[in-house]
Structures are given as C-alpha cells and as structure tokens.
Nanobody, 124 residues
Framework: QVQLVESGGGLVQAGGSLRLSCAAS????????MGWFRQAPGKEREFVAA????????RYADSVKGRFTISRDNAKTTVFLQMNSLKDEDTAVYYC?????????????????WGQGTQVTVSS
C-alpha cells in the first residue's frame, strides 16, 4: 500500500508559478510511475504529466507542454510539478497518483493509488 500526500497548492495570479509536491509513504522508485492529474468543477479528471521511476520516460498533456515540468527526487519518494505561466484554465484540484506500470500512463484508470488533492486557483 502506498499513501500519497500532495502539497503546494494555492492562489496565484495568471502568469505566475507554483510548485506542487507529492510525498509517498514509502520508497517507490523501483516500482512506480508517478503522475499528476487535475479536475476542475463540472469536468472529468484529466491527465497532466507522468514520470517513470527512473525519470527516463516523461509525458505531458498538450495543454501544459512548455509550461509545466514534472520531476522526482533522488530517493524517488517525492514527485514535483513545477507550474509556470499559469492560466485561468489551470484552475483545478490537482491529484498525485502512482501505478505499478513502468510507463507514463495517461489514463487515470491505470493508476492504483491517489492522493487527496490540492487546490490550485489562478486569478486573472
């Protein structure tokens, strides 16, 4: 069982930056791909970015390419999402997820573990 805890959300003006963190309850680096998803009110949960356990494969949604960067620490227990040039449409609850598949999956159904989410609000 893996527990994931997100942090770093908040209120930011359009064009600003935030860095989200997701801490895992135990070492995940040798087993799990970590991903970020988001869900805005009235919308389905959507893929944002994912990174494999050794960082060799990374995938981004087209809507965040060039603005967001996913990374993980050397101990592979924490994954980060650096969000730059934030837009109004980035406003959502952001969720961290983990899967045993060693590939940056984009379908939320492929993920086994989820955090509780952290709110990101971008104001114009």
């Amino acid at each position: 069982q893996v527990q994931l805890v997100e942090s770093g959300g908040g209120l930011v003006q359009a064009g600003g930056s935030l860095r989200l963190s997701c801490a895992a309850s135990r070492r995940t680096g040798s087993v799990y791909t970590m991903g970020w998803f988001r869900q805005a009110p009235g919308k389905e949960r959507e893929f944002v970015a994912a990174i494999t356990w050794n960082g060799s494969n990374i995938r981004y949604a087209d809507s965040v390419k060039g603005r967001f960067t996913i990374s993980r620490d050397n101990a592979k227990t924490t994954v980060f999402l650096q969000m730059n040039s934030l837009k109004d449409e980035d406003t959502a609850v952001y969720y961290c997820a983990a899967t045993g598949t060693n590939w940056p999956m984009s379908d939320p159904r492929d993920y086994d573990y989820w955090g509780q989410g952290t709110q990101v609000t971008v104001s114009s």
